[in-house]
């Protein structure tokens, strides 16, 4: 949407970004999103519009049975930087980022959620300390927990709080909070990593921090404004959690089989990641 990225641009570092103002992608996973999706597309029209951003916005349509992705070409028609993936089938949020990342063509590429539970404002935060040096922002709802204007329930943060320690303890990633869906990636840091991801589910958080420990790329953990909305979350938070618990060790497995490795870095394999064609892209 932005045009064709010349070699210097896709090359972009975090710290060339700070030289200019970069263009922005925003990936958004979507399954059924029909009614929660227009509020998060008109919220970040109006912060583009306001704050007079180089922005993309890439919708991934995972295989919904609701109008989806027919609300999502409504919204394109109209504002032709918001552009459509859609999946012919429902492949997981982890399959989604990937789809939106291998697509998006800005120097930083965002996640935000379809319900808005971060607000769009706070991509400024994330940028801030992308231009300020970072590879990765990762917005957090456990470094200032004040910012949590609707907390998850009790229930929710306890899985949320046993399923950290046992990521640290698995995974050595020492970070309070991994699966907020709001985080902002150099395009460097992206390209490098998510063709390496092979984690199709809610898991997939993980595994790319891994990965970004792994190659070295630096992540800072970044408050934000958090409001938990229970009406069409997606999440089944026992049967869930135990699929991302056994997705931690599979990130184990791998990198202890070389899937992670320089080799399987040039030959990027697509292992549990179903083969779904990006069927359509309606902004170009």
């Known amino acids: 949407m932005f045009g064709a990225l010349s070699q210097q641009q896709s090359g972009l570092s975090a710290s060339n970004l700070a030289m200019k103002r970069p263009s922005c992608s925003i990936v958004i996973p979507a399954y059924n999103e029909e009614k929660r999706l227009p509020r998060t597309l008109n919220s970040i029209i109006a912060f583009r519009e306001a704050n007079s951003w180089n922005l993309e916005v890439i919708v991934v349509n995972d295989g919904s049975k609701d109008k989806t992705a027919e609300v999502t070409r409504q919204f394109s028609a109209n504002y032709p930087f918001i552009g459509l993936v859609d999946n012919a089938i429902n492949c997981g949020k982890g399959k989604s980022i990937r789809d939106g990342v291998d697509r998006a063509e800005g120097d930083v590429i965002f996640f935000a959620d379809a ?76 390209k490098t990593i998510f063709p390496l991801q092979k984690i199709s589910g809610w898991g997939f958080d993980a595994e790319v921090l891994f990965l970004a420990q792994k190659f070295g790329f630096s992540v800072r953990e970044v408050p934000v404004e958090y409001t938990y909305y229970a009406e069409g979350s997606k999440i089944r938070p026992y049967r869930d959690g135990a699929r991302m618990l056994s997705e931690l060790f599979k990130v184990r497995w791998h990198e202890l089989n070389g899937a992670y490795s320089e080799k399987a870095t040039r030959q990027v394999s697509t292992d549990n990641l179903p083969g779904v064609s990006l069927q359509e892209r309606t902004s170009d």
Not at 135 to 150: C, E, F
Not at 182 to 187: D, H, L
Request: glycine share 6%.
């Open 115 to 190: 319900d808005d539970s971060t607000p769009i404002t706070d991509a400024e935060k994330l940028l801030q300390a992308i231009e300020s040096g970072a590879d990765i922002a990762i917005g957090s709802r456990w470094v200032d927990r004040d910012l949590q204007v609707h907390p998850q329930p009790w229930y929710r943060r306890l899985n949320g709080r046993l399923y950290n320690l046992l990521m640290r303890t698995i995974l050595g990633l020492d970070y309070k909070d991994t699966q907020n869906g709001f985080k902002a990636y150099t395009r460097s840091a992206a």
